[in-house]
């Protein structure tokens, strides 16, 4: 049997050992550290210094404070991509606020505008209450329309908090994703573009919100020399040891991009051809860090359908996956209002992710090429 390919693997730098060594040598495995400050300050520059960042333990953390951040609370709505992965919705749940969801636009594949104004018009006038917050994301490492979606948050003065969970080093004319809305969301899971083993950070705009969450994220400890609290707080902040993981990453994260956006090059070139492959190129004025490639196979030109050609990648051991199910068709969702049509649910029938990850090689590269030749071949 081939070695496994798998959809997005953890591809280390090399220097990611010797923050971690210094932090044993350094005694600072509790919690707190350097690292955890040097890893924040590397994202802060990277991201251009204009924003605050607090690392965390998750990305789904992340989201979560930036909701209890912005007041939501019991009852309140709160709008959300419907085409995301469930981290994006659940932390709605977790407030005890109900999820409105909202399709794709077929560009971006991201939060459609004109939905999103039907969805919050339509919050108010069936539940007489505005939505408190708009959860957008940049699903597989695409922009989405920012400005569009901006324009629209400022006119109903509803803040977004831009899941940027796939899209660290993805821009937006010219901004890096996570500085373009009120609160921004990053994620170090072990699947993304660059890992901790585990981890997220939240972006605000100011020193204030920083020390806010990070006051949230340490359990609301209140100043007194006994522990001493009156709001309720979160065991949410990143360790030192996985912030040492995520220095040595941030060296070699701009060369990791480029290797998966060399994979959707390699992809479109040698597939986008074929009867049937369609390929998303980036809207001017979009850089995405395809971090996920991924095809729409349109099964009549084709002569095989997208689970066709999952069935027969998974059999030479090849890892691939359909398109996130949007989260107006997941169970624990149904009872939630949707504004939209069908776009994300045939994304989802005819999407599939293809093998991504930045430590690819060239042979595992053409292995794929030729499973996919192979079934397109016998149609
Ligand atoms: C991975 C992911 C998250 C959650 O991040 P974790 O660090 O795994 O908690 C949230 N949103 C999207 C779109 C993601 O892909």
Same mark, same amino acid.
């Given at each position: ?136 994301? +940049? #699903?597989? *490492?695409?922009?989405?329309?920012? /400005?569009?979606?901006?324009?629209? &948050? ?5 803040? @977004? ?111 986008? +051809? #074929?009867? *049937?492959?369609?390929?998303?190129? /980036?809207?001017?004025?979009?850089? &995405? ?5 991924? @095809? ?84």
């Amino acid at each position: 049997m081939n070695s496994k390919i798998w959809l997005s693997s953890p591809h280390m730098g090399g220097h990611e050992q010797a923050f971690v060594q210094q932090a044993f040598d350094e005694n600072w495995v509790a919690p707190l550290g350097p690292n955890v400050n040097g890893f924040e300050e590397d994202l802060k520059s990277y991201l251009g210094n204009e924003k605050q960042v607090s690392a965390l333990s998750s990305g789904t953390a992340a989201i979560h404070l930036a909701l209890i951040m912005l007041g939501v609370k019991n009852g309140d709505f709160v709008i959300c991509q419907s085409m995301t992965f469930s981290a994006s919705a659940n932390p709605i749940l977790y407030q005890g606020a109900n999820p409105v969801f909202v399709d794709s636009e077929t560009k971006t594949w991201n939060i459609c505008p004109t939905d999103l104004i039907k969805a919050i018009e339509g919050t108010i006038k069936k539940h007489g209450v505005k939505p408190k917050a708009i959860v957008a994301v +940049h #699903l597989y *490492g695409m922009p989405y329309l920012a /400005e569009e979606i901006n324009a629209i &948050s400022e006119k109903y003065d509803i803040p @977004v908090v831009e899941d940027s969970a796939e899209a660290l080093g993805s821009s937006y004319k010219g901004q890096k994703c996570g500085t373009l809305s009120k609160h921004g969301i990053l994620s170090f899971n072990g699947n993304k573009i660059i890992t901790t083993s585990g981890g997220g950070a939240l972006i605000s705009n100011t020193e204030e919100e920083k020390k806010k969450s990070v006051f949230f994220a340490t359990q609301s400890k209140d100043p007194a020399t006994h522990y001493q609290h009156s709001e309720i707080g979160y065991n949410y902040r990143m360790s030192n040891i996985s912030a040492g993981i995520g220095r040595g990453q941030m060296m070699i994260l701009d060369k990791h991009i480029n290797l998966r956006r060399a994979n959707f090059g390699f992809y479109k070139e040698n597939l986008g +051809h #074929l009867r *049937g492959f369609e390929f998303v190129d /980036e809207p001017e004025g979009i850089y &995405s860090n395809r971090w996920l490639s991924t @095809v729409l196979i349109h099964a009549k030109e084709a002569g095989f359908s997208r689970e066709d050609l999952r069935l027969a990648l998974e059999e030479e051991n090849i890892e691939t996956r359909p398109l996130w199910k949007p989260m107006h068709m997941q169970p624990i969702f149904e009872n939630c209002d949707y504004y939209g049509t069908n776009v994300a649910e045939d994304l989802f029938e005819i999407g599939l992710c293809l093998p991504s990850s930045s430590n690819l090689s060239d042979d595992d590269r053409e292995r794929i090429l030729k499973a996919i030749l192979k079934i397109v071949e016998n149609h």
